[in-house]
């Protein structure tokens, strides 16, 4: 049974720095891809940014991009995410998700089989 398990969201004020965490637990292998997706209020959840773990190839949104860091450590599936300079448009809840094999996109949900319960982001 995987279960992932993000942590280290919190208030901040503009310009100020976070890192949010994300361990995954009952999958013995390296999953294909991880990815921290955002979702805001009365707003769809989007991709923030995503690794794929085959190459370490990385993709961030436009609005991620200079400002966000996505990493990983294979040995422990755990994803991060280092957040600097955020901005009050950056709040929202972010979700770590997962996805075991290849299936066509890392932006569309389909690519993720497992997704945790959040971690909310308030930028003031």
């Known amino acids: 049974h995987v279960q992932l398990v993000e942590s280290g969201g919190g208030s901040v004020q503009s310009g100020g720095s976070l890192r949010v965490s994300c361990v995954a637990s009952?999958?013995?292998?390296?999953?294909?891809?991880m990815g921290w997706w955002r979702q805001g209020a009365g707003k769809e959840r989007d991709p923030i940014a995503v690794?794929?773990?085959?190459?370490?190839?990385?993709w961030y949104s436009d609005s991620a991009q200079g400002r966000f860091t996505i990493s990983q450590n294979n040995t422990e599936n755990t994803v991060h995410l280092q957040m600097n300079s955020l901005k009050p448009d950056d709040t929202g809840t972010y979700y770590c998700?997962?996805?075991?094999?290849?299936?066509?996109?890392?932006?569309?949900?389909?690519?993720?089989?497992?997704w945790g319960q959040g971690t909310q982001v308030t930028v003031s």
């Open positions: 009952g999958y013995p292998h390296k999953f294909t891809c």
């Open positions: 690794i794929y773990t085959v190459d370490v190839s990385t």
């Open positions: 998700a997962t996805g075991l094999r290849w299936v066509g996109s890392l932006l569309k949900p389909s690519q993720y089989n497992y």
